[in-house]
């Protein structure tokens, strides 16, 4: 059986706390620093963490933003977001 692939891209402190939390779900992790190198994934989701954060990807990817600046925010939309989680989300 396979499984579909989330890659987590984005500082590795913060992606594990959430790799953790998804531990239970029947996906693939994979998860990277950026997206320099190919990615082979179903779905993305992006930390951003500060304004010199990039932002792109080349998959239906989310965003979460962890600056908490309403133009973090827009830029993600504008670069293809599908949905950008805010700084509280749990």
Known sequence: MSFPTLALVGNFKALS???EA????????????DFSSSVR?????QIIENDSSKIECNLPWLAWDL???????TRAYQ?????????ETP
């Open 67 to 73: 600056t908490g600046k309403p133009q973090m925010t």
């Open 22 to 33: 998804l531990a239970d779900f029947p996906i693939s992790l994979l998860i990277q620093k």
């Open 79 to 87: 670069a293809g977001a599908r949905a950008v989680f805010p700084k």
């Open 41 to 45: 994934a179903d779905l993305a989701l």
């Open 17 to 19: 706390l959430l790799a």
